[in-house]
């Protein structure tokens, strides 16, 4: 059994929300792992509330200060599911650690789907609250996108780009992401930098390996 909604690595506390996704992406490591370094991440329970990631967050952020060390100083929603299909919670945590941790960096990995999913524009819901978003640009073309996300509705990657370029729009910093290198795959990275930069992005390529991280 496992309800781990908060985990470290690296430095920094993640917050692991939900298991579903709306992309199936071929590199995707919950396709090969249930765990991040030993932190079984696959949930038992999709029902937790922004208390009970609370909860998870006061314990770990407070372990350092036990130890004499460090503070965390960044906080990313990023788990094995997409965080903003649990919009109303990923606020509400949001809002908390912004009120009680004012010093502590908020970032949300996404795959930037969410408003299309909501019908609405609900990046400037974030605005105040969320210090960076990193979003899956994942392709230059919607061809490769939907070969290499595989998403469970048309027109993604025209969502996925509408989506950066609101974030650019509320001015909140946001970087478009790619993965290289997967299984010996190249993208046109040139394209995809192009792509990101008209949108407002910075751009990052992350180098596929195998485990993850």
């Not at 650019?168 to 299984?183: F, N, Q, R």
Request: charged share 30%; glycine share 6%.
């Amino acid at each position: 059994m496992s309800n781990v909604l908060v985990y470290t690595l690296d430095g920094k506390i993640y917050i692991n929300l939900t298991n579903r996704c709306t992309n199936d992406c071929i590199f995707c490591l919950r396709k090969d792992k249930s765990d991040v370094k030993g932190q079984e991440l696959w949930l038992d329970d999709e029902n937790s509330t922004a208390k009970d990631v609370i909860e998870q967050f006061e314990k770990i952020y407070k372990e350092p200060l036990t130890l004499n060390i460090s503070p965390f100083t960044e906080t990313v929603f990023c788990g094995y599911g997409e965080p903003m299909l649990k919009f109303d919670v990923l606020k509400e945590v949001a809002s908390y650690i912004k009120d009680k941790y004012p010093g502590v960096k908020i970032r949300i990995n996404t795959n930037g789907h969410a408003n299309f999913i909501y019908k609405r524009n609900v990046v400037p819901e974030l605005k105040g609250l969320v210090d960076e978003f990193s979003v899956s640009l994942n392709a230059p073309t919607k061809e490769e996108y939907n070969e290499l996300s595989q998403p469970k509705f048309d027109n993604a990657y025209d969502e996925v780009k509408n989506f950066i370029k609101a974030c650019s729009d509320e001015k909140i910093p946001v970087v478009a992401s790619v993965v290289e290198g997967y299984k010996g795959r190249h993208l046109d990275l040139e394209c995809c930098e192009q792509t990101a930069h008209n949108l407002g992005a910075k751009f990052r390529v992350r180098e596929w390996i195998v485990n993850g991280y």
